[in-house]
């Protein structure tokens, strides 16, 4: 097995090979502006460093957000195109559970990242490998009585600690984190989904309303 694993979904472009048994591998910038930019000169760093070419990849991870439409879109395109272009299967892994198995969190905890407009996407774990609700996106303040009193990790718990007084790093999601989860959970059998974006709301960039339409006289 050698998972090429990558995550555009947070300001992080991360990317990482896993062997089946460990991380061999891995990559991570903080840009939120620059993902199409870095994503592929991240994927050819860690093949270099592993001394490996891309026709041994056997498996695709690609993290499926909840995120920004624009960024989480050129991890999800690069997956497909990667796993097409190789004829490997391409995995999907919600962004959140790589963060939340990444903590080092006891019992329950949140899982919080940056959703921009004063919101973040989050969710609640029983531990860092059991997720309990669907990914949301919400305002801080009206989910404060559901994750009041608990630990949180994530870029959006540190941004608002009033809502989370418990806020804990890591910040941004490792593609070495999802590489691992994918890898534990594929040598105990299970199915993992494929690589759907968790979009959870509008883009940010809209058609603008009552725009002049301009036809040849």
């Given at each position: 097995m050698l998972l090429l694993a990558l995550d555009t979904a947070t300001p992080a472009v991360t990317v990482a090979l896993h062997d089946g048994a460990?991380?061999?591998?891995?990559s991570s910038q903080v840009d939120a502006r620059q993902h199409g930019e870095l994503l592929l000169p991240a994927v050819d760093r860690v093949l270099?460093?592993?001394?490996?070419?891309?026709?041994a990849v056997t498996g695709i991870v690609a993290g499926t957000g909840p995120g920004p439409y624009t960024g989480l879109r050129v991890g999800l395109m690069t997956a497909d195109t990667l796993g097409l272009a190789l004829g490997v299967p391409v995995y999907g892994v919600c962004t959140l559970d790589g963060l939340a198995y990444a903590a080092d969190v006891s019992g329950p905890f949140v899982v919080a990242t940056d959703a921009r407009r004063k919101e973040v996407y989050w969710a609640r774990y029983a531990d860092s490998r059991t997720r309990v609700t669907?990914?949301?996106?919400?305002?801080?303040?009206?989910?404060?009585?559901?994750?009041?009193?608990?630990?949180?990790?994530?870029?959006?718990?540190?941004?608002?600690?009033?809502?989370?007084?418990?806020?804990?790093?890591p910040e941004h999601v490792s593609a070495a984190a999802l590489a691992s989860l994918a890898a534990e959970r594929l040598a105990a059998g299970e199915e993992l989904p494929a690589p759907r974006p968790l979009y959870l709301r509008r883009p940010d960039a809209q058609v603008p309303k009552n725009y002049k339409v301009v036809t040849p006289k």
């Open positions: 460990a991380v061999i591998a891995s270099a460093e592993a001394g490996l070419k891309l026709d669907d990914p949301a996106v919400d305002r801080p303040a009206d989910i404060a009585d559901e994750v009041g009193g608990l630990p949180a990790v994530g870029a959006g718990a540190l941004l608002y600690p009033d809502t989370f007084p418990q806020a804990h790093e």
